[in-house]
């Protein structure tokens, strides 16, 4: 019974020290879209419908509470990580990356499509090499996680080829995912650093960014 108090004296105290926070953020956006000259130009920036949402799933789940949407209230309280982002706003190096990840678009556009034709093709043969073999390769879809977590070279172990032409097409796949892989993101990385040089510049400078 004591421990029950305590946890439930622990959960009202984060409960009102997230409303004090909820609070004030929601005066934030209100003060925000009030003096904004522009109220369409409010609307159309992104990072302005990421504060509303993250303060909207407290206002859901107050009468959602005591109710029988156990399954909606686990989701909109997914939502609450989205708080996280509001510290974007107030930093030049994040919102640096997120200007250089939307100028990188067709990039990451390649390195998903490479990483796609490779996933479903090593995958595939993986499957065909180790589907008489005593392994867990049981479908293409297991070859293919397998093919997944090999090019991104974090290698779980949960499946692993045991003959001796499945190993060798692995020791490709390694080989060739480091190789293709690194082709777009020096051209990423590239990017980043000659937009980090600019914002290094006097104004930059003046600004207090660096």
């Known amino acids: 019974a004591v421990v029950s108090t305590q946890s439930t004296g622990v959960k009202q105290t984060f409960f009102y020290l997230d409303a004090v926070c909820i609070i004030f953020f929601t005066v934030d956006l209100l003060l925000r879209l009030i ?3 522009s109220k369409n130009k409010f609307f159309k920036r992104t990072l302005n419908w990421l504060d509303f949402a993250a303060i909207l799933p407290f206002y859901i789940e ?9 399954t909606a209230l686990r989701v909109l309280r997914l939502f609450r ?3 996280i982002l509001k510290v974007i706003r107030h930093s030049k190096q994040l919102i640096l990356i997120l200007q250089v990840l939307k100028q990188s678009c067709r990039e990451l ?4 499509v490479m990483w ?11 499957f065909y090499i180790e589907e008489d073999q005593d392994s867990d390769f049981n479908s293409i879809l297991k070859a293919c996680w397998w093919a997944v977590v090999t ?3 974090v290698g779980y172990g949960d499946l692993v080829p045991k003959s001796v032409p499945g190993k060798l097409v692995g020791s490709v796949v390694v080989f060739l995912s480091m190789v293709f892989m690194a ?4 051209i990423i990385v590239s990017k980043f650093s000659r937009a980090y040089e600019e914002m290094k510049e006097p104004n930059g ?3 207090g960014v660096v």
């Open 116 to 126: 796609a034709m490779g996933v479903v093709t090593f995958g595939s043969i993986m």
């Open 151 to 153: 090019m991104s070279t």
């Open 109 to 112: 556009l390649l390195l998903v």
């Open 183 to 186: 082709l777009p993101m020096t």
């Open 81 to 83: 990580v989205l708080r």
């Open 205 to 207: 400078m003046v600004n």
């Open 35 to 37: 003096v904004a000259p």
């Open 62 to 70: 107050i009468p959602l509470k005591n109710s029988s949407g156990i």
